[in-house]
């Protein structure tokens, strides 16, 4: 027969244990304070730090140190995962800022500033932003899409390269009107500012837009297609969350800039690339080692079949190294830079480096 078991309760003296309580009771309240008044302090004080680019200025300067992180840990160096072409499906229509209106490919030409050398070349204009690019109505889209335009309607008023045209409510063209409107506009822009009249989407024109009689080359499709054409199956991946593996068909950038080499600047290359649309709404800006990366692409055929204009035709960048929002559009100038380029989203908040 077992013996009972006796449960002894241990107890420490009830006035100790009071004074310990209270204590930890005091000190908790006393952090818990000070904790939520610095965190209180922090985010009046992000909060009060003055704006850059539609951000606190401690915020963005956060950001700025994470692109150096990422640029000393991964050195723009990594490649994308390829895929079969099997797997590749249409890429959604998304950002249609620059392509409201169809581009004739006629009339294209691909601005390209700072090159090596660039007197001595066939392709040599004196003055690039003298170029004229012509439009024809609105684009199209072959699907739905949230963002983008339709074509104008009657009494809307569309830009057609440097000449305007009017419709008037019955639908026929005024064009000496138009003449007339555009002459007097772009008249009035050379006497306020030295750049190009552009830049009429929401972020405003670009402080790396060319100033007019900038000299550089002019080339054609058929230039860029002497270099060497590459196919490839990547992922394009969109801030917004989706993705998309797309077939892609154009030419290497860095095979683009051995055959037009950056100019260079103190005895080195420039540290950056910009691009803009040809009406200079939309523009990006880039480190030189994300334009010599392997499979960054400018882009003239998605899934076998030439750009269509909602794409950006005929050229776009895609470079898997980045975000979607800095996969330009409709590339109408490339120019080398030593100092950081302006860019289109970092003036509504977002980060310039927009690496994935």
């Not at 899409?145 to 569309?158: E, I, M, R, T």
């Not at 079949?305 to 409709?330: S, V």
């Amino acid at each position: 027969m077992s013996e009972p078991v006796e449960h002894v309760i241990l107890t420490g003296d009830a006035e100790t244990v009071k004074r310990e309580s209270r204590r930890r009771t005091r000190r908790s309240f006393v952090v818990g304070g000070l904790a939520a008044a610095a965190g209180y302090g922090a985010v009046r004080w992000i909060d009060s730090s003055p704006d850059d680019h539609r951000l606190q200025s401690s915020l963005r300067k956060n950001l700025a140190f994470n692109a150096d992180v990422n640029r000393m840990v991964f050195d723009e160096r990594g490649l994308a995962p390829t895929y079969d072409v099997s797997q590749s499906r249409p890429l959604r229509l998304n950002g249609t800022v620059g392509l409201e209106q169809a581009l004739m490919g006629s009339a294209w030409r691909l601005q390209v500033v700072g090159v090596a050398n660039a007197e001595s070349s066939p392709l040599y204009a004196k003055d690039v932003t003298a170029w004229e690019y012509k439009y024809g109505g609105g684009v199209t889209p072959m699907e739905a899409d949230h963002d983008l335009k339709q074509a104008p309607g009657n009494g809307d008023v569309s830009k057609t390269g440097a000449k305007t045209t009017v419709l008037n409510p019955s639908g026929a063209v005024n064009s000496a009107a138009g003449d007339a409107i555009a002459a007097r506009f772009e008249a009035l822009a050379k006497q306020m500012t030295t750049k190009r009249y552009e830049g009429k989407a929401e972020a405003g024109a670009s402080k790396s837009g060319l100033d007019i009689g900038t000299p550089g080359l002019l080339l054609s499709m058929d230039d860029l297609m002497k270099l060497p054409r590459v196919e490839q199956v990547t992922e394009f991946k969109c801030i917004e969350g989706w993705s998309s593996v797309t077939h892609w068909g154009g030419v290497r950038l860095r095979d683009f800039l051995e055959r037009y080499p950056p100019a260079k600047v103190n005895g080195r290359e420039p540290r950056y690339v910009y691009m803009e649309t040809p009406d200079g709404d939309y523009y990006c800006g880039y480190d030189l080692a994300v334009a010599r990366h392997p499979q960054s692409l400018l882009v003239t055929e998605m899934a076998g079949q030439p750009l269509a204009q909602e794409h950006g035709a005929p050229l776009r960048l895609y470079t898997p190294l980045k975000y979607g929002y800095k996969q330009i559009k409709r590339i109408g100038l490339i120019a080398y830079t030593d100092s950081k380029p302006d860019d289109y989203w970092t003036k509504l908040g977002y980060d310039w480096y927009a690496g994935l």
